[in-house]
């Protein structure tokens, strides 16, 4: 099996790259989602694949981490979804913004990928829904949301990030489920001076509009 391919990056196709390794070019079929990731042509590159073996034939998929390439997967453990379709969905989606719509049983988000059904999408968020950690998908989410603000030093970042996370502990702890909690907080424009107190209050008032 080959887990991954470190590389000069010789080509950029449409839903495809080549990476050049030990002299030998590895095509690759990669999610839209990850081609803005990419270096320019002729950098090093590491991606992480997948083979893909169907009646259709073999592919190579590869992907920007190992949680990707494990959200494909998980995708492909769901009845009626192949490695094309897969790759559809994280191409019309982020990993991130799949595992966010997939806790939150957003499945309209789902069948936005083309190729995909409303039934299919269902499906996925009824298959995958358990296998994901709720809270620390929101925790993930919070952390990216402070990362791409640039509002937070890293250190201002993590005690947002605790804070927030407190929030969500305490709403749980009020009856709230996992997911509303976790919507009605990441709705909370976060900033590092704030309190539990402060997030909680303007997520309750949050959870009125869910």
């Given at each position: 099996?080959?887990s991954?391919?470190h590389?000069?990056?010789a080509?950029v196709?449409d839903g495809?790259?080549v990476v050049?390794?030990?002299?030998?070019?590895?095509?690759?079929?990669?999610?839209?989602?990850?081609i803005?990731k990419?270096?320019?042509?002729g950098?090093?590159?590491?991606?992480?694949t997948?083979?893909?073996?169907?009646?259709n034939?073999?592919?190579?998929?590869?992907?920007?981490?190992?949680g990707d390439?494990?959200?494909?997967?998980?995708l492909?453990?769901?009845?009626?979804?192949?490695?094309?379709?897969?790759?559809?969905?994280?191409?019309a989606?982020t990993?991130d913004?799949?595992?966010?719509?997939?806790v939150?049983?957003?499945?309209?988000a789902?069948?936005?990928?083309?190729?995909?059904g409303?039934?299919t999408?269902q499906?996925?968020?009824?298959?995958?829904?358990?296998?994901l950690?709720?809270?620390?998908?929101?925790?993930?989410?919070?952390?990216?949301?402070?990362?791409?603000?640039?509002?937070?030093?890293?250190?201002?970042a993590?005690?947002?990030?605790?804070a927030?996370?407190?929030?969500?502990?305490?709403?749980?702890?009020?009856?709230?489920s996992?997911?509303?909690?976790?919507?009605a907080v990441?709705?909370?424009?976060?900033?590092?001076d704030m309190?539990?107190?402060?997030?909680?209050k303007?997520?309750l008032?949050?959870?009125?509009?869910?």
């Amino acid at each position: 099996m080959i887990s991954f391919i470190h590389g000069e990056l010789a080509e950029v196709q449409d839903g495809m790259i080549v990476v050049e390794a030990s002299g030998v070019g590895y095509g690759i079929r990669v999610p839209a989602t990850l081609i803005g990731k990419l270096p320019s042509i002729g950098e090093e590159v590491k991606i992480y694949t997948y083979f893909s073996v169907t009646q259709n034939g073999v592919d190579l998929c590869g992907f920007w981490t190992p949680g990707d390439r494990e959200m494909f997967t998980m995708l492909l453990s769901v009845s009626g979804v192949g490695p094309k379709a897969a790759l559809g969905i994280l191409s019309a989606l982020t990993p991130d913004d799949l595992r966010m719509a997939i806790v939150t049983g957003d499945s309209k988000a789902i069948s936005r990928a083309p190729g995909v059904g409303s039934k299919t999408a269902q499906r996925i968020v009824l298959d995958l829904k358990d296998k994901l950690d709720a809270t620390e998908v929101f925790s993930s989410a919070l952390d990216h949301g402070a990362e791409n603000s640039g509002a937070a030093s890293i250190g201002g970042a993590a005690v947002s990030h605790s804070a927030a996370k407190e929030a969500i502990e305490a709403l749980v702890a009020l009856g709230y489920s996992e997911m509303e909690a976790g919507k009605a907080v990441k709705k909370v424009e976060i900033t590092k001076d704030m309190t539990v107190d402060q997030i909680l209050k303007l997520s309750l008032k949050n959870l009125s509009f869910l």
